[in-house]
Nanobody, 119 residues
Framework: VQLQASGGGLVQAGGSLRLSCVAT????????MGWYRQVPGTQRELVAA???????HLADPVKGRFTISRDNATNTVYLQMTSLKSEDTAVYYCYVIAWLIPSGISDYWGQGTLVTVSS
């Protein structure tokens, strides 16, 4: 599975960005899609996740500001980020748990996209 993330960049505090991540490969289904973020020197943390049937989980720091969604037809996951704060500055990584044909279930990480929020 190849994950291609896009949409990061520089934005002022209070602004918005939308991240996208497309999964390609011999995918039967993407059981879970999500986003993590990491600030250098700290642990990678879960930001948001969405299951195949649309159930979502958002980390407490981003609730009310971020929205995760997915398009199952194109194997794409989105992270809509609004009211961005300087503490949202991080490298954002796309993450999926994929059921592949014929190899079964595995997880994969994207290459990361940098989000910088200036105050």
């Amino acid at each position: 599975v190849q994950l291609q993330a896009s949409g990061g960049g520089l934005v002022q505090a209070g602004g918005s960005l939308r991240l996208s991540c497309v999964a390609t490969g011999r995918i039967f289904t993407l059981k879970l899609m999500g986003w993590y973020r990491q600030v250098p020197g700290t642990q990678r943390e879960l930001v948001a996740a969405i299951s195949t049937d649309g159930n979502t989980h958002l980390a407490d720091p981003v609730k009310g500001r971020f929205t995760i969604s997915r398009d199952n037809a194109t194997n794409t996951v989105y992270l809509q980020m609004t009211s961005l704060k300087s503490e949202d500055t991080a490298v954002y990584y796309c993450y999926v748990i994929a059921w592949l044909i014929p190899s079964g279930i595995s997880d994969y990480w994207g290459q990361g996209t940098l989000v910088t929020v200036s105050s």
